[in-house]
């Protein structure tokens, strides 16, 4: 598709090395040339990967927008691999402020540590709900909900059943509690590598009360350039954190949306959380909200937009800081929110969901997309 959208070659190739390299080959007859892929942080990684490792130029679709585009071009939103391919080049085409897909080592290592740390994890939980369910049929009680390997093992010193469905319970369960003494060094070895890591990058959301090293890598891995946000709003539209209007009549109420990127939502909520386990700010704002008639759950939401608004600055401030000695100085940024710490002041933005950013009437793309 050329820069006025006019549609001048298309192909149906193979997902295996002869398809790519029959689609590469059918591609060198434009020189000049980008192409658009549609989730380049999902299911079209693997082919923007290839493509650049090969040199190309790729930028990211998101589906939102090639759906979107879907059903203005067509009128319904049936998807077809004809069409999902002519919506996913308009974008291409049309939009500007399309994230590049960059070939970046220290972020493509993060993911793979952060996801393996996550691997790591949802084996702990789900070892230790096994292990409790042993406990529960071995002890009567059971066994605390917070249990950890050793509290479990001298437990499990005290059971010594003579029937054969007892005694295998409890070989079940001691081969559990290995497995989660296994657990434990791997999850401590991973965060201990995943802090250097995430230190190396210069990055200072560590420093923010409720973001450790996997938080921290979260961020960083999803959002990769907090520039393509135009303000925080955008920034607390994409992560889900933006409350959507629910007023009606003359009752103004706001409720929690369940759109966006759900892991950074997940990282916010951890920190949510840790904030209202300690005397924090975090905590005084919580309480704050409750005491002016928030409920509990609209009190969380209230504190997520505004941690939000917090992480999003303080990414800002991080990547301007990386680039004041390079071209164009210091980033100007119009936030209130404090970056120097995880306080959700009461100036954070009260909006839920952005207005329209400025942006060109064309992508300043070669020729081709």
């Given at each position: 598709?050329?820069?006025?959208?006019?549609?001048?070659?298309?192909?149906?190739?193979?997902?295996?090395?002869?398809?790519?390299?029959?689609m590469r080959k059918?591609?060198?007859?434009?020189?000049?040339?980008?192409?658009?892929?549609?989730?380049?942080?999902g299911?079209?990684?693997?082919i923007?990967?290839?493509?650049?490792?090969?040199g190309?130029?790729?930028v990211d679709?998101p589906?939102?927008?090639?759906a979107?585009?879907?059903?203005?071009?067509t009128g319904?939103?049936?998807?077809?691999d004809?069409?999902d391919?002519?919506s996913?080049?308009?974008?291409?085409t049309?939009?500007?402020?399309?994230?590049?897909?960059?070939?970046?080592e220290?972020?493509?290592?993060?993911?793979?540590l952060?996801d393996?740390r996550?691997?790591?994890g949802?084996?702990h939980?789900?070892?230790?709900?096994?292990l409790?369910?042993?406990?529960?049929e071995?002890?009567?009680?059971g066994?605390k909900?917070s249990?950890?390997a050793?509290?479990?093992?001298?437990?499990?010193?005290?059971v010594?059943?003579r029937?054969?469905?007892g005694?295998?319970?409890?070989?079940?369960?001691?081969?559990l509690?290995?497995d989660?003494?296994?657990?434990?060094?791997?999850?401590?070895?991973?965060?201990?590598?995943?802090?250097?890591l995430?230190?190396?990058?210069?990055?200072?959301?560590m420093?923010l009360?409720g973001?450790g090293?996997?938080?921290?890598?979260?961020?960083l891995?999803?959002?990769s350039?907090?520039?393509?946000?135009?303000d925080r709003?955008?920034?607390?539209s994409?992560?889900?954190t933006a409350?959507?209007d629910?007023?009606?009549?003359d009752?103004?109420?706001?409720?929690?949306s369940?759109?966006g990127?759900?892991?950074?939502?997940?990282?916010?909520?951890?920190?949510a959380?840790?904030?209202?386990?300690?005397p924090?700010?975090?905590?005084?704002?919580?309480?704050?909200?409750?005491?002016?008639g928030?409920?509990?759950?609209?009190?969380?939401r209230?504190l997520k937009?505004r941690?939000?608004?917090i992480i999003?600055?303080?990414?800002?401030n991080d990547?301007?800081v990386?680039?004041a000695a390079?071209?164009?100085?210091?980033?100007?940024?119009?936030?209130?929110s404090n970056?120097?710490?995880?306080?959700p002041h009461?100036?954070?933005?009260?909006?839920s969901?952005?207005?329209?950013?400025?942006?060109?009437l064309k992508t300043?793309l070669?020729?081709m997309s």
């Amino acid at each position: 598709m050329t820069s006025d959208e006019t549609v001048v070659g298309g192909g149906r190739f193979d997902t295996d090395r002869d398809g790519y390299m029959a689609m590469r080959k059918y591609s060198t007859q434009w020189t000049n040339r980008v192409w658009a892929i549609e989730g380049c942080q999902g299911i079209g990684r693997h082919i923007a990967n290839r493509l650049l490792a090969d040199g190309e130029q790729v930028v990211d679709v998101p589906p939102k927008l090639s759906a979107r585009a879907r059903v203005f071009a067509t009128g319904q939103g049936r998807k077809t691999d004809a069409t999902d391919a002519h919506s996913i080049a308009l974008v291409g085409t049309r939009m500007a402020g399309l994230r590049p897909v960059v070939n970046d080592e220290q972020l493509a290592l993060l993911r793979i540590l952060v996801d393996r740390r996550r691997s790591l994890g949802e084996d702990h939980t789900r070892m230790v709900s096994q292990l409790h369910q042993l406990l529960l049929e071995l002890i009567p009680g059971g066994a605390k909900k917070s249990l950890s390997a050793a509290q479990a093992k001298a437990l499990l010193a005290t059971v010594r059943p003579r029937d054969a469905v007892g005694k295998a319970r409890r070989r079940v369960a001691a081969e559990l509690i290995s497995d989660l003494e296994r657990v434990y060094r791997r999850s401590k070895d991973a965060d201990k590598e995943l802090k250097e890591l995430v230190a190396s990058t210069g990055t200072t959301l560590m420093d923010l009360h409720g973001i450790g090293p996997s938080g921290a890598a979260r961020l960083l891995v999803e959002v990769s350039d907090i520039t393509r946000f135009p303000d925080r709003a955008h920034f607390a539209s994409w992560n889900g954190t933006a409350p959507i209007d629910a007023s009606s009549g003359d009752q103004v109420r706001h409720r929690l949306s369940r759109a966006g990127n759900r892991q950074i939502n997940r990282v916010l909520h951890i920190m949510a959380t840790v904030q209202l386990r300690n005397p924090t700010e975090g905590r005084a704002y919580f309480d704050r909200k409750k005491t002016a008639g928030k409920t509990s759950m609209e009190a969380m939401r209230a504190l997520k937009r505004r941690l939000s608004d917090i992480i999003y600055r303080t990414m800002i401030n991080d990547t301007a800081v990386a680039t004041a000695a390079g071209p164009g100085g210091q980033r100007e940024t119009t936030t209130d929110s404090n970056a120097t710490s995880s306080h959700p002041h009461a100036s954070s933005s009260e909006k839920s969901l952005p207005g329209p950013a400025t942006a060109q009437l064309k992508t300043p793309l070669p020729m081709m997309s």
